[in-house]
């Protein structure tokens, strides 16, 4: 695809539930980051993954976020026993890191989660 | 030190009029400052960014100001139209350390009026 995708576009869960979301970079990205926007907040890092380097996982909020990218490509963020404090736009974005467009990040649409 | 502070929350512009959104950061290691473009139910969009190497930069009616000393940078937007009505994010970063992760200001929301 031509940008970057996420899946599902939003999501409702009960609290307590374990939810995945998923991301498909743009083709080639070496480096992949979620980002997590709640209700008028800016942007917060979560993790960042970059070729086959340990994930830069500082941003998790709580040992219940954990985060996976298989084969250098597709990641799933998980989110496990889901509180409403979770509530908030997920957002991925990958970038040609080292690259000559100077590692600008492209963003996803964002995964919307409620949490009842 | 990795905070950056955003200004103003929200901003009312008049058609044609300028935009103005200030950012101030604090961690002296940043050396990539961009912004941030988001429209409602899409994701941010790279609008325009700058090193610390320059002052100034301008593309068509978008100039990123930048002042080292004083760990500031601000954006005008030139006779703005109501199709730029939307939330800007400044952000900062190591730009080949600590993975390039952003750290992003609280947003602006900007309304221009026709």
């Known amino acids: 695809g031509a940008g970057v995708s996420q899946s599902p576009s939003n999501k409702v869960t009960e609290k307590g539930k374990d939810v995945e979301l998923r991301c498909d970079p743009i083709?080639?990205?070496?480096?992949l980051y979620w980002y997590r926007q709640s209700l008028g907040q800016g942007l917060e890092f979560l993790i960042y993954?970059?070729?086959?380097?340990?994930?830069?996982k500082s941003g998790l909020p709580s040992d219940r976020f954990s985060a996976e990218r298989t084969g250098g490509s597709v990641s799933t963020l998980t989110i496990q026993r889901t509180q409403q404090e979770d509530s908030a736009v997920y957002l991925c974005?990958?970038?040609?890191?080292?690259?000559?467009?100077?590692?600008?990040?492209?963003f996803g649409p964002g995964t919307r989660l409620t949490v009842l | 030190q990795q905070q950056v502070k955003q200004s103003p929350q929200s901003l009312i512009v008049q058609k044609g009029g300028i935009s103005i959104i200030n950012c101030a950061y604090e961690?002296?290691?940043?050396?990539?400052f961009p912004w941030y473009q988001q429209f409602p139910g899409k994701g941010p969009a790279l609008l325009i960014a700058?090193?610390?190497?320059?002052s100034e930069k301008k593309e068509g009616r978008f100039t990123i100001s930048f002042n080292k000393s004083a760990k500031q940078f601000s954006l005008h937007i030139m006779d703005s139209q109501p199709g730029d009505s939307a939330t800007y994010f400044c952000?900062?970063?190591?730009?080949?350390?600590?993975?390039?992760?952003?750290?992003f200001g609280q947003g602006t929301e900007l309304s221009v009026k026709p």
């Open positions: 993954f970059q070729g086959n380097s340990a994930p830069d």
């Open positions: 700058i090193r610390p190497d320059v």
């Open positions: 083709s080639g990205h070496t480096a």
């Open positions: 961690n002296t290691a940043f050396d990539y």
């Open positions: 974005a990958s970038t040609l890191y080292g690259g000559p467009g100077g590692n600008e990040q492209f």
């Open positions: 952000a900062a970063s190591m730009l080949y350390n600590q993975g390039g992760k952003l750290i």
